[in-house]
């Protein structure tokens, strides 16, 4: 029994459907996270400020701070590894410096064409509300909030890059590195933590973007210097941050 050919025009309908439904290429494919430790926001007395890679990648340098003020503010160092109880240090290891100054700097080492440009608005509260830090996002994780009254004025600092939004701090200074990271200059991509649900993004040159499935709410996204591997902070419960890695596949 011979079959009927299909019209040339539904043959074309059905290609095209098929090339719409495809997904599309990732910009890199990751494996799922990975849980290291888990950090307890009250054991290691403070709210996280930094997270850095060290050279071998085999542990991560974490700062927490305390306090609002300059003269009340705490800084506490530790080491995490897997598996393992957050470590505490004396200071900043070099190998952190070197890697913070890279992974949060405002241009892409330099590129005038990937530099971050900053938006401010202000805008005048109409109801009195409870706003949280921008320092950690988070009212669930957020060791103390913002009062915003009537008629006092609301400042939303936002950053951006190639048309995205890859930063905002509600009434709070902009803290370069806590929503953000390049990657190695050999990949020449960022990411960033998305505004709205806080999901972990990467982002070309191009500005093509890829959202990472899993991750919500997270904060201090970190790649690797060899980029294979990107670390952040998710909530984990009541004053409990994870620590997850994602490697390339």
């Known amino acids: 029994m011979r079959m009927k050919a299909l019209p040339c025009g539904l043959v074309v309908a059905a290609a095209c459907a098929i090339v719409a439904s495809a997904a599309p290429t990732p910009l890199v494919r990751f494996s799922e996270a990975s849980t290291w430790t888990t950090i307890d926001v009250d054991k290691v007395k403070g709210r996280p400020a930094q997270l850095a890679w060290s050279d071998d990648e085999a542990e991560l340098y974490l700062q927490v701070v305390q306090g609002v ?7 506490r160092h530790y080491l995490l590894k897997t ?3 957050p ?5 900043q290891p070099i190998w952190a410096q070197a890697y913070w100054k890279w992974k949060s700097a405002r241009s ?5 064409l990937l530099t971050i440009a900053v938006d401010t608005t202000r805008a005048v509260v109409d109801e009195p509300r409870d706003r949280n830090t921008a320092y950690l996002n988070s009212e669930r994780r957020a060791p103390s909030t913002l009062q915003s009254k009537a008629g006092a004025v609301r400042t939303v600092n936002r950053l951006l890059l190639r048309g995205h939004v890859i930063g905002e701090f509600v009434d709070e200074e902009i803290f370069p590195g806590y929503t953000f990271s390049w990657s190695p200059e050999s990949l020449g991509m960022i990411v960033f933590r998305s505004p709205g649900g806080g999901r972990l993004t990467i982002m070309n040159a191009e500005g093509e973007t890829q959202t990472i499935e ?3 709410d997270i904060s201090l996204p970190a790649w690797s210097e060899s980029g294979n591997a990107i670390a952040y ?9 994870a620590l997850k890695v994602i490697t390339a596949l």
Do not use: C, H, M, Q
């Open 69 to 75: 003020t300059v003269e009340s503010l705490k800084v």
């Open 83 to 85: 598996n393992a109880e």
């Open 87 to 91: 470590a505490p240090i004396d200071r």
């Open 108 to 112: 892409f080492f330099g590129d005038p």
């Open 214 to 216: 899993g991750g919500r």
């Open 233 to 241: 902070l998710e909530p984990a419960g009541r004053k409990k941050l």
